[in-house]
């Protein structure tokens, strides 16, 4: 017996009839539709598609950046006895006036029809999955006449549906656990696309502290829980897919560049295996859908409040026996934009894109000073080597301590990070001369707090900090060696 097509939820049929009263009506021919990730934007642009076809007879161009993409609309729409013919890598036919809709991959479309080796003709609706994509633009070109719908969750624009909260409210959305470290963000530099480079987020992301702090965070918050890991370097979610197996957590590796054969394998394997762990580098981003996820884990920085928005979407969709899922966010994403569920205001932020961006920066900028990475990949064992010198000095003075105790604490910070990165004192204190810089750094900051300092004092201080931490070093290895001669 053929299953019954699944009719949309009330707030999907009701955006399907607003938007297809824009196509019959004709006063917007370009319209940019959005519904938060698990809202089911696939089941409502497909009904669109077949209302489109039923109504009007011209074909409908389903537009997607993605293989996996072109499969799962295909299935769904072939779910609405719509005849699809998908246009991949792989498509060497030709389109006929059987197949009223062509699901295609935009880069390989585009190549055939400026080739002139396929033509659409009668095209009177052309549909864009995931539309903050600018991939499609060139394409528009061919289909001048026709109505165009672009589809996305995150859309840095002006027209919105549902919110992610109301979703959650209805019961269409699973309900986020949050749980956010305050994770040292100091030796992260910002490339020109304005977010994080992966060669930085690979040095601090694949230290031991950082896999440490993974771990932790995994097994107090994720432990049998199926979890989908996001990271920013392929490097990095090689070495957490070891680090892991290593532990016993059964984990996979996926990117890019993993073969379609063997990709199709892996998540196959996620989606049949209890507690799986995948380890990912972006490719998982958009077009997943995998409901049994109940973990997210951001082991990565962004500045891109899209993406922010679909690694955590990745999780949320709702099952009768999944209500809730978790979120675990090791790169402080949560704090520069907030709550994945928290009301957002999309034509807000679209209006007054700049000062966004703006804000966003100065909360990037916010996390500290640059340390260097290479200083940071010899204090690989230390979860946080940065020292908030303004912070500790105000506290100080809140609580009727003298200033000098901010450089004291500064000293023994700087002797336990040199200790934990070394098996012997004179490596520790061979790992101290690299602290030049930042104590240089630190001594100024104090200065600035302090108000009346001269050059001379500055000069003081630092070789007394210096002097100072040499010695405190040395008392704390001579300790460590009468402990270990008496055990």
């Known amino acids: 017996m053929e299953k019954e097509k ?11 009839h607003a938007i297809f009263k824009y196509l019959q009506e004709g006063c917007c021919r370009r319209l940019l539709y959005q519904l938060p990730t698990g809202g089911g934007k696939t089941v409502i642009f497909s ?54 809709c062509v699901v295609a991959m935009v880069e390989t479309l585009r190549n055939r029809m400026s080739e002139k080796k396929i033509g659409l003709g009668d095209v009177g609706l052309v549909i864009i999955d995931e539309a903050h994509h600018n ?18 969750a995150t859309p840095y624009s002006s027209d919105s549906s549902e919110s992610v909260e109301s979703l959650i409210a209805a019961g269409y959305l699973a309900k986020p656990r949050n749980w956010q470290p305050d994770v040292e963000l100091n030796i992260l530099e910002v490339g020109p696309n304005g977010d994080f480079t992966v060669k930085t987020s690979d040095e601090l992301y694949s230290s031991n502290a950082m896999l440490s702090l993974l771990l932790d965070s995994y097994q107090n918050y994720g432990k049998g829980k ?38 199709e394998e892996i998540l196959h394997w996620f989606k049949k295996t209890k507690g799986a762990v995948l380890t990912s580098v972006s490719i998982l981003t958009t077009g997943f859908d995998e409901p049994s996820i109940q973990c997210i884990l951001i082991n990565r920085a ?89 912070q500790a000095y105000d506290n100080a003075i809140e609580s009727g301590l003298k200033p000098q105790t901010v450089i004291r604490d500064s000293i023994r910070q700087h002797a336990k990070i040199c200790m934990e990165n070394s098996e012997t004192a004179s490596q520790a204190l061979a790992l101290s001369e690299m602290l030049e810089k930042e104590i240089i750094w630190r001594i100024k900051q104090y200065a600035a707090c302090i108000g009346k300092a001269t050059k001379n004092y500055r000069d003081w201080l630092a070789e007394d900090y210096k002097r100072r931490l040499r010695e405190l070093i040395a008392r704390i290895g001579i300790r460590q060696a009468k402990l270990r001669k008496a055990s």
Not at 135 to 152: D, E, M, N, Q, W
Not at 230 to 245: D, E, H, P
Request: charged share 25%; net charge positive; hydrophobic share 35%.
């Open 6 to 16: 699944q009719l949309p939820y009330g707030y999907q049929e009701r955006d399907i």
């Open 226 to 263: 199926k979890t989908l890991i996001f990271n920013n370097g392929v490097a990095t979610s090689l070495r957490v897919c070891q680090f892991l197996n290593e532990q016993g957590i059964e984990a996979r590796h996926l990117d890019h560049k993993t073969p379609a054969t063997e990709r």
């Open 135 to 152: 991939s499609f633009r060139k394409l528009l070109k061919y289909f001048s006449k026709a109505h165009v719908i672009g589809v996305t």
């Open 47 to 100: 009904e669109i598609a077949r209302r489109y076809i039923n109504t009007s007879g011209k074909k409908v161009v389903v537009l997607t950046h993605r293989k996996e993409l072109c499969a799962q609309t295909s299935r769904t729409l072939s779910k609405l006895k719509i005849k699809t013919l998908i246009v991949d890598s792989s498509f060497s036919g030709m389109v006929t006036d059987m197949h009223k």
């Open 302 to 390: 962004t500045n891109s409040l899209t993406l922010y928005h679909q690694m955590v979407g990745r999780g949320s969709r709702r099952l009768p026996t999944k209500r809730t899922f978790t979120i675990i966010d090791l790169g402080n994403n949560t704090e520069r934009f907030g709550k994945w569920e928290a009301a957002l205001d999309w034509r807000q932020i679209f209006e007054n894109l700049v000062a966004f961006q703006e804000t966003i920066a100065q909360r990037t900028a916010g996390d500290s000073h640059l340390i260097p990475s290479e200083m940071r990949s010899k204090f690989g064992n230390s979860l946080e080597i940065a020292f908030d010198v303004i």
